[in-house]
């Protein structure tokens, strides 16, 4: 139950934020609201549920973006299982910590990218375009993040039952 | 036990994924199918979502223009002492005028070959250049059909579902137009950088080519129809290594503004 309110949330916000790039025409910070999403269910519902929720949101990304076919599943399967390697290794104990963690799997996703591209197609252009937006794609998903996790504590007090 | 489970599920989905990431036949087009699936339930919810964003829109452009109105109000006084010289404004906008009817008289010329259609959304990452339309293939909208506006080029569908499509926009690192400089012979290949100009490939340094020089579809690529305006030419560098010259060029559309698009069908 708590997965799919977190997913479909997801998948709501990802439909606003495209069709909201067309009023305000930010092209640097462009945040990836797919990932708090993925870490908070892998780290808070269990490596299952993390697992359904990174195939929904890439799938779905992908759908809403010109990304190569499977490219972005990829990536995000990859940090994924990195984050399930690390599970017992990370605390998260504030919003600010979750956002410092989401901006870190931007980071390792975009590095991804670059090398899956690289290696697979051996395309430059792509990596070179993925190279410029990874700082501020960082720092602005992480700052959304803190927002995120938020609007997620907020559904389980309020709406949910919230699980220790 | 459990968490091996799901790291070989995760492996497992890593390998095809990369296996549809490099194009194997059967495992990308049993992908696209998943995709496509989950892209039509898609479609209306963005149509819908949309409608309250052009209100968001229409507020935002409001509120800058009241911002802007004073500082308009003194500007306005200074054009009123200066009307003589927007006369001479006038006879550019006729000419504008005239192109704009010519594309106007070939959309009702051939009316069964141009769809028409909205912007609903735009790329949700800033790796690729792509916008989302309202128009998918209930309307009759394929893959690489070029999708232009009244100024010129915009891209060209590169996914088409059922109500809506995805076009890759001409600014996309993977887009490529054969151009021709209008009114000369030199031609050249011009490519999608990812910021808001464009660069025209092989035009040698000895072509004739200048700034201010239009670029027109040559229709040789098999995707864009020839003769419709591209962009201008803004640098010329012809003092680079090599045979080439290095041509950079802003496209007449600017993606972030545009709302309606015209498909163009293919006969």
């Known amino acids: 139950m708590k997965a799919s309110i977190y997913i479909l949330t997801c998948l709501l916000l990802m439909i606003i934020e495209s069709a909201m790039f067309l009023v305000f025409p930010v092209e640097f910070f462009k945040p990836d609201i797919g990932i708090p999403f993925i870490i908070y269910t892998t780290i808070f519902l269990g490596p299952g549920t993390g697992l359904v929720a990174t195939l929904i949101i890439s799938l779905f990304q992908e759908i809403l973006s010109n990304a190569p076919q499977g490219s972005i599943i990829f990536t995000k399967t990859c940090a994924f299982i990195l984050l399930i390697l690390l599970r017992g290794k990370v605390f998260i104990d504030s919003k600010y910590s979750f956002s410092y963690i989401c901006g870190g799997y931007v980071l390792f996703e975009s590095i991804l990218f670059i090398i899956f591209s690289l290696l697979s197609r051996g395309e430059l252009k792509n990596a070179i375009n993925v190279l410029v937006y990874i700082i501020p794609n960082s720092i602005f998903t992480g700052f959304v993040s803190i927002f995120i996790f938020v609007l997620i504590e907020y559904l389980n007090e309020r709406f949910l039952q919230r699980e220790y | ?267």
Not at chain 2, 77 to 92: D, I, M, P, V
Request: glycine residues 6%; hydrophobic residues 40%.
């Open chain 2, 1 to 267: 036990m459990k968490k091996t489970i799901i790291i070989t599920i995760a492996v497992l989905v890593l390998v095809i994924s990369f296996l549809v990431f490099t194009n194997i036949p059967s495992f990308f087009k049993g992908y696209s199918k998943i995709k496509i699936c989950m892209g039509e339930a898609t479609g209306p919810a963005l149509k819908l979502l949309s409608k309250p964003t052009q209100l968001a829109r229409y507020i935002y452009d409001s509120y800058f223009n009241l911002i802007g109105v004073k500082k308009e109000n003194f500007e306005l006084q200074k054009k009123f002492e200066s009307l003589q010289l927007e006369n001479h404004r006038l006879a550019e906008l006729e000419k504008e005028n005239k192109r704009l009817k010519s594309i106007l008289h070939l959309v009702e010329q051939y009316p069964n070959t141009m769809i028409a259609a909205s912007v609903i959304g735009e790329d949700l990452k800033n790796w690729f250049k792509c916008i989302i339309i309202d128009k998918g293939r209930d309307h009759g909208v394929k893959e690489k059909m070029p999708v232009i506006t009244p100024k010129g080029v915009v891209g060209q569908a590169v996914e088409v579902n059922k109500w809506h499509s995805k076009v890759m926009i001409i600014n996309d690192t993977n887009s490529s137009v054969d151009v021709y400089v209008d009114g000369k012979n030199s031609r050249g290949i011009l490519e999608g950088t990812d910021q808001t100009t464009l660069k025209l490939k092989y035009v040698l340094k000895n072509d004739e080519i200048a700034i201010g020089d239009k670029l027109i579809t040559s229709g040789k690529d098999t995707v864009y129809p020839k003769g419709i305006p591209v962009g201008i030419v803004i640098t010329i560098n012809r003092n680079k290594a090599g045979i080439f010259a290095d041509v950079d060029v802003m496209p007449f559309n600017n993606y972030k503004r545009v709302d309606e698009v015209l498909i163009v069908k293919k006969r």
